[in-house]
């Protein structure tokens, strides 16, 4: 009994399965086709003649303008090129329109409500980059490269999304180079529909910057959309744009730390020349090596500069005038060095100027009793003759411009024989004297002279630091 049951049971349950899955497969099978149908037909009616619409402007009537919204979404700078004065953007453009031909009842079409279709079926604004910068191979006109779908709204609205990448011509002026802010500016608008015909107008005045990649050298600082109308021709014949006006910044870290700094430090060593002990001949060869040193590092310097002569950028002065200076300080040095080795009586002039009055300026200590070296070999002439006649008065021997009344005076105290001995001696201790004097005058001069060389170098030490201050505060009025 109950295994008749339990067959009849399983029987009613096989038929309700079948029954069930016959019902809903022909349910499913049913809407596929419906939807297929309708959409076939909602594309049939769209591009019913389609060769021939698209190229109708969907404006309501002949005296309004089709109005085209764009929306611009930054994405990222990919370059922005000094020497052809150029930028490239990576963008996503979104064009809108009202089409009133392409509108449809969803009643009537399966309740399809948007279509997304090819847009070379469709009409679609000539929108052109205004101031492209591609070359000629390269160029084509901006609405044939979006290659993306149009979606069709019931209500005939068209959005039209597409990524690009723009090369557009952009003014760089390098003067303030590395701190340099660059205003560039995108145009875009239709090619050939005058302002009467297509109105481009933007959605927001601020270009949409939420997932902008950032460029390693460029700092965005503001991008903003505006209306610009330009009229050609001599009707006036207006051609609206929408042109994104974007401004960037150089980020300057990179040029600091790689060229700046650098360039200080190897200009500050030459300046040790001026430190070291003037009998080194080492002192040339520092200053020649730092001019070497900074030479080799011209050439990355110039290889990172803009390669334009439309002006000369702050860093070239910079390092130009760095140069410039240890080319000077090499000068220097060699003045210097010169002022060490001489020997012969120094000008007055340069007395006054150097010892006198830039020794002040400069804070050396000279000490005076060095100044006059005469002084000295007359005391040494005095006492030799204090030495050898003793009985000589000291009215007469402090005078010491009359030896020949000492002379005199000798020949009647002695014996006539030692006359000519006294003669030769006294002869003899002039020639020694004159001698000594002159040595001693000699380096008396070159004491003066190395006096001169010193103060000389704290000058030139004082003045190429004050130089080197100089440049970099030029720098850093220019950030
Ligand atoms: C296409 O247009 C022709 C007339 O130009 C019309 O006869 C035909 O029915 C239209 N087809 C559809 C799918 O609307
Ligand atoms: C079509 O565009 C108009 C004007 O921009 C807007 O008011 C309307 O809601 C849009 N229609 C659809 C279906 O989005
Ligand atoms: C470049 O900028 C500087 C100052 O920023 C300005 O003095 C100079 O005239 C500009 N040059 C050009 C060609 O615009
Ligand atoms: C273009 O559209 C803007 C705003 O939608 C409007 O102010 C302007 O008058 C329009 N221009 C033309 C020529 O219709």
């Known amino acids: 009994m109950s295994g008749f049951f339990h067959r009849l049971l399983s029987l009613l349950f096989l038929w309700f399965y079948i029954v069930c899955l016959c019902h809903y497969s022909s349910l499913v099978s049913g809407t596929t086709r419906d939807n297929f149908d309708a959409r076939l037909s ?82 679609v604004p000539d929108v052109a980059l205004f101031n492209e910068a591609s070359l000629e191979e390269e160029i084509q006109i901006l609405y044939k490269r979006l290659a993306t779908k149009l979606v069709i709204q019931k209500d005939g609205n068209c959005t039209w999304n597409a990524p690009a990448t723009l ?41 949409d910057l939420s997932n902008f990649i950032e460029n390693g050298e460029w700092e ?54 001026f430190v070291l002990p003037s009998d080194h001949g080492e002192r040339m060869s520092l200053v020649i090596t730092v001019l070497l040193a900074l030479s080799v590092y011209m050439l990355i310097v110039s290889s990172s ?15 130009l005038g760095i140069i410039i200076t240890i080319a000077l300080c090499l000068c220097a040095t060699c003045i210097t060095l010169k002022c060490r080795d001489m020997k012969s009586p120094m ?91 002159s040595k001693q005058e000699e380096e008396a001069f070159a004491k003066k002279w190395k006096k001169a060389a010193k103060v000389l170098d704290r000058f030139f030490l004082l003045s190429f630091l004050l130089v080197y201050a100089c440049l970099i505060a030029y720098l850093l009025s220019s950030m």
């Not at 608008?189 to 302002?195: C, F, P, V």
Request: charged letters at 25%.
């Open 305 to 319: 500069l803009p390669e334009t002569s439309d002006a000369v950028p702050t860093l070239g002065i910079y390092c």
């Open 42 to 123: 909602l594309v049939e009616y769209l591009t019913n003649n389609s060769e021939i619409v698209r190229e109708i402007l969907p404006a309501p009537d002949i005296n309004t303008p089709v109005n085209v919204k764009f929306r611009i979404k930054l994405r990222q700078i990919a370059t922005v090129d000094e020497k052809n004065q150029a930028i490239r953007l990576t963008v996503w453009l979104r064009f809108d329109w009202n089409n009133p031909f392409l509108t449809w009842d969803p009643a009537e079409y399966g309740g399809i409500e948007s279509v997304h279709a090819n847009h070379d079926l469709f009409w």
């Open 167 to 207: 090369l557009s011509q952009c003014k760089i002026n390098v003067s303030r180079f590395p701190f340099d802010e660059q205003e560039c500016h995108v145009s875009i608008g239709s090619w050939t529909y005058t302002g009467y015909k297509i109105n481009m107008t933007y959605f927001e005045q601020n270009a």
């Open 347 to 437: 000008p007055h002039w340069l007395e006054v100027v150097v010892i006198q009055y830039m020794a002040r300026f400069v804070l050396v200590k000279i000490e005076e009793e060095n100044m006059r070296p005469s002084l000295s070999t007359d005391r040494i002439s005095v006492s030799l003759n204090n030495e050898k006649f003793t009985k000589i008065p000291e009215a007469n021997a402090e005078s010491g411009q009359e030896p020949n009344t000492e002379d005199m005076s000798l020949l009647v105290m002695n014996e006539k024989q030692s006359k000519c001995f006294e003669d030769a001696l006294l002869e003899e201790v002039r020639l020694l004297t004159e001698e000594l004097r």
């Open 220 to 273: 965005v600082k503001s991008a903003l959309l505006h209306n610009r109308m330009k009229h050609y021709g001599s009707e006036k014949i207006p051609y609206p744009d929408v042109t994104l006006t974007l401004k960037v910044q150089r980020r300057s870290l990179y040029y600091g730390l790689n060229i700046v700094i650098p360039c200080a430090l190897i200009a500050v060593l030459a300046l040790f020349s």
